[in-house]
T-cell receptor
Framework: KNEVEQSPQNLTAQEGEFITINCSYS?????LHWLQQHPGGGIVSLFM???GKKKHGRLIATINIQEKHSSLHITASHPRDSAVYIC???????????FGPGTSLSVIP | EPEVTQTPSHQVTQMGQEVILRCVPI?????FYWYRQILGQKVEFLVS????????KSEIFDDQFSVERPDGSNFTLKIRSTKLEDSAMYFC??????????FGEGSWLTVV
């Protein structure tokens, strides 16, 4: 069983739509990461969460530690948001990152 | 914004050849990692490195792989005798806090 699961696997949205990507994990963690992978392959860190909620621009990430679940929301989506969004966890600080399978998002004008 | 740099961005190599992928982590970081992503699959952990030693390695990281920090700035991944299945994107990452991670842009390796 994968330690990190994401849904949906693929998502197509119209520009302006509100988008939610879900992540569930099965292990105890010290941190959960949301990452963005560009079409060219590079990985950018969006959020690191250990509790609660974080917001950066149009992106919002939440985590529920008790339910082992996190969500990434994108408000007013734009074609430039098209990318793969990856949920990943760390069991402890400095530990390896365990990656989810990613959600491929395409935002259509 | 500090960044992790990787070279080469893309390398094509013959099966059986040695390959060295290079990474320059952020200057005050002490913990380094290599990950790989086979096309269409999720990113997988290869190895972590601290204080000039391997901290942890995955079962992927067999005797064909090695890492070193030869000069205090570069962090290299060597694949001694490449196989077709080594074709992947290889990512270097570094951290000082253990939780804020910086990834490089990746090195595409194609083994033919």
């Amino acid at each position: 069983k994968n330690e990190v699961e994401q849904s949906p696997q693929n998502l197509t949205a119209q520009e302006g739509e509100f988008i939610t990507i879900n992540c569930s994990y099965s292990v105890g963690i010290s941190a959960l990461h949301w990452l963005q992978q560009h079409p060219g392959g590079g990985i950018v860190s969006l959020f690191m969460l250990s509790s609660g909620k974080k917001k950066h621009g149009r992106l919002i990430a939440t985590i529920n530690i008790q339910e082992k679940h996190s969500s990434l929301h994108i408000t007013a989506s734009h074609p430039r948001d098209s990318a793969v969004y990856i949920c990943a966890v760390q069991k402890t600080s400095y530990d390896k990152v365990i990656f989810g399978p990613g959600t491929s998002l395409s935002v259509i004008p | 914004e500090p960044e992790v740099t990787q070279t080469p961005s893309h390398q094509v190599t013959q099966m059986g050849q040695e390959v060295i992928l290079r990474c320059v982590p952020i200057s005050n970081h002490l913990y380094f990692y290599w990950y790989r992503q086979i096309l269409g699959q999720k990113v997988e952990f290869l190895v972590s490195f601290y204080n000039n030693e391997i901290s942890e390695k995955s079962e992927i990281f067999d005797d064909q792989f090695s890492v070193e920090r030869p000069d205090g700035s570069n962090f290299t991944l060597k694949i001694r005798s490449t196989k077709l299945e080594d074709s992947a994107m290889y990512f270097c990452a570094s951290t000082s806090t253990g939780l804020i991670l910086y990834f490089g842009e990746g090195s595409w390796l194609t083994v033919v």
